[in-house]
């Protein structure tokens, strides 16, 4: 395997987040292909304890975390900070919180 | 003419629905050419949905709709003309955004208003789905309302807090509505699952429930699961599968854009939770079938037991003021965060005699921290800052005042190194403080057991004339 490393911006087809309901914030990576998808989930960078590092979350709070293989996704769903909306929104929507993950580094391009 | 609804769904084929989803949400608008296109293909209903909680509480929580009156009124003129040229049924489900009674009303007396000044005539079922307070106090007591994810358990103080509380709908309220009478031309509905009416049409006509709810699923957006993403959409749905195409001939659906639609906005991609069951996506199969159509087969429904709804309420919580603000001064910048602390300590002594638990004051520092707050990984600030300090109290003439306090206290505030002694803050607006009005959050978030998926959703039959 190669030392080098990328960021997932630039192997990801879709990295976003928005809410799911107003107590939930989903977040998806979608891949262009199965290949990356799959070196990406092999890589074991991914994972809930990365996720609860980067989203100050405890792993066991964690709603959703997965490798969808039907979709070539991964789908991590959290709790809201606070209820969508109240006093102290930054983002009602959930539109923005998703540049952590594009700033994932996976080692890349998959040397064999 | 009254049993028009009926007379279309008697001479649908047993062999495949056509439903046809202008967009994704009424009063957005959509394409009239791309819908007129769907209904030269012969469905046998149009459904469109108009609800969300996705753009905040105070929907529910003040009475305010998703979009203008104006808005509605453009988009459903469309639809009541097709029905009033094909007589097959329109359903539209949560009317203006959070599907309140109010609502329902106001979408009503539109439809009225437009059958009056067209001249035409039909019969409307309105479906309500406002729940009585004493109700879910009666059901909590009785342990049959539980939360819905990281929600906390219902307290019956945040019951009489909210301004209104409505439950998600099935399919059955729909069914009902279409069985009950000699027939239905347009159901609008309250608060309703999302895939409901299209849910409910394919149920009718005796096709998988499964295949109903996830075809239902997808067309609740629109076009949203095509390439580009659209508006109008159609579907059809036949005895072991349905396929689903965008009318916009510049978009296509393809199997990956249909398959990984469901990620969208929900908690798993594969496990849909609705009313009366779970929607399970994990063993389908997406086919191309032309280069803009999917075939989709293999989606499960797992039935609930008991039957369960979501409710959905806000209430209010005081009123707000903010006051916006530039910053360029880069040795102001470099001590925003302590002096902050500073000028909210001072602002709080000065108002000590407003007990300190029933105000806030919150900083969003863009160019700082302003999107992600705490969980913002860059730790340098930009050459540039727009702050924003959020003021919420009891009355907005407090919450000015506070937040008025807060600004010229921070505009002149001292610091070290300070050689820029006029000003802190480059003000782009008047009024330097400004009212937003009440706020709102969501109080009720929760799923309540009921005996039947139809005895809290009451329906109004009426002959609609000119």
């Known amino acids: 395997m190669s030392a080098a490393t990328t960021p997932l911006r630039e192997i ?78 930054t983002d009602m929507h959930a539109a923005q919180q998703h540049v952590p993950l594009q700033e994932i580094r996976v080692p890349w391009p998959v040397v064999s | 003419m009254a049993a028009c609804g009926q007379v279309n769904m008697a001479t649908a084929s047993n062999d495949e629905i056509r439903i046809l989803t202008p967009s994704g949400m009424l009063g957005y608008g959509f394409p009239v050419d791309h819908f007129r296109r769907g209904l030269a293909l012969k469905p046998h209903a149009i459904t469109i949905d108009s609800g969300s909680t996705d753009s905040g509480p105070q929907k529910l929580g003040k009475g305010e709709m998703t979009c203008s009156r104006e808005a509605y009124v453009k988009d459903i003129e469309v639809l009541l003309q097709a029905q009033h040229e094909t007589r097959i049924p329109v359903l539209i489900s949560s009317a203006g955004g959070d599907g309140t009674n109010l609502h329902v ?29 004493a109700h879910i106090a009666r059901e ?32 059955e309220p729909f069914l009902k509505a279409l069985d009950e009478s000699e027939g239905v031309d347009v159901i609008v509905s309250g608060r309703a699952y999302d895939p409901s009416p299209t849910a409910a049409m394919a149920i009718r006509a ?44 510049e ?112 900083p969003h520092l863009y160019g700082k921290n302003g999107v992600m707050g705490d969980l913002e990984p860059v730790t340098t600030p930009a050459h540039e800052l727009c702050i924003i300090v959020e003021v919420a109290a009891a009355t907005q003439s407090l919450a000015t005042a506070i937040c008025g306090k807060a600004r010229t206290t921070l505009m002149h505030a001292p610091y070290p190194g300070r050689i820029a002694t006029a000003g802190n803050l480059a003000s782009p607006f008047t009024p330097l403080e400004i009212p937003l009005g009440e706020a709102c959050e969501f109080n009720v978030y929760h799923l309540m057991k009921v005996d039947s998926p139809t005895a809290l959703f009451p329906i109004r039959y009426e002959e609609i004339r000119a």
């Open chain 2, 140 to 171: 909590l007591r009785a342990g049959r309302v539980e939360p819905l994810g990281p929600v906390p358990p219902l307290d019956p103080r945040e019951i009489d807090a909210a301004t209104v509380v409505v439950a998600q709908m099935g399919a």
């Open chain 1, 12 to 89: 990801a087809k879709v990295i976003r987040s928005k809410n799911a309901g107003p107590f939930e914030i989903t977040l998806d990576i979608v891949f262009k292909t199965k290949e990356d998808f799959e070196a990406v989930r092999q890589s074991g960078v991914i994972t809930k304890e990365l996720v609860s590092q980067l989203y100050n979350v405890p792993t066991q709070n964690i709603i959703t975390f997965g490798f969808f293989d039907l979709i070539n996704a991964v789908k991590i769903t959290l709790p809201r900070a606070r209820a969508q909306g109240g006093v102290g929104e």
């Open chain 2, 251 to 362: 978009e296509r659906c393809t199997t990956a854009s249909v398959a990984a639609h469901t990620l969208y906005e929900k908690t798993h991609p594969f496990l849909l939770p609705g009313p009366g069951g779970t929607l399970d996506l994990s063993q389908c199969k997406y086919e191309q079938v032309t280069d803009r159509r999917v075939r989709v087969s293999g989606s499960r429904f797992i039935p609930s037991n008991p039957y369960t709804v979501k409710l959905e309420g806000a209430k209010t919580s005081g009123y707000r003021s903010i006051f916006i603000a530039g910053a360029r001064d880069p040795i102001f910048i470099a001590q925003i965060d302590g002096l902050l602390e500073k000028v909210f300590a001072a602002t709080r002594a000065y108002f000590s005699d407003v007990p300190p638990e029933t105000y806030r004051i919150i």
């Open chain 2, 105 to 133: 009303d106001v979408f009503r007396d539109i439809i009225a208003e437009i059958a009056k000044r067209r001249g035409w005539q039909f019969k409307l079922a309105s479906i309500y789905a406002n729940i009585d307070k």
């Open chain 2, 206 to 249: 005796g096709f998988d429930p499964a295949l109903a709810w996830h075809m239902g699923k997808i067309m609740e957006c629109g076009a949203l699961c095509a390439e580009p993403v659209g508006r109008n959409v159609m579907g059809y749905l036949r005895q072991d599968h349905f396929e689903i195409e965008p009318l916009n001939p």
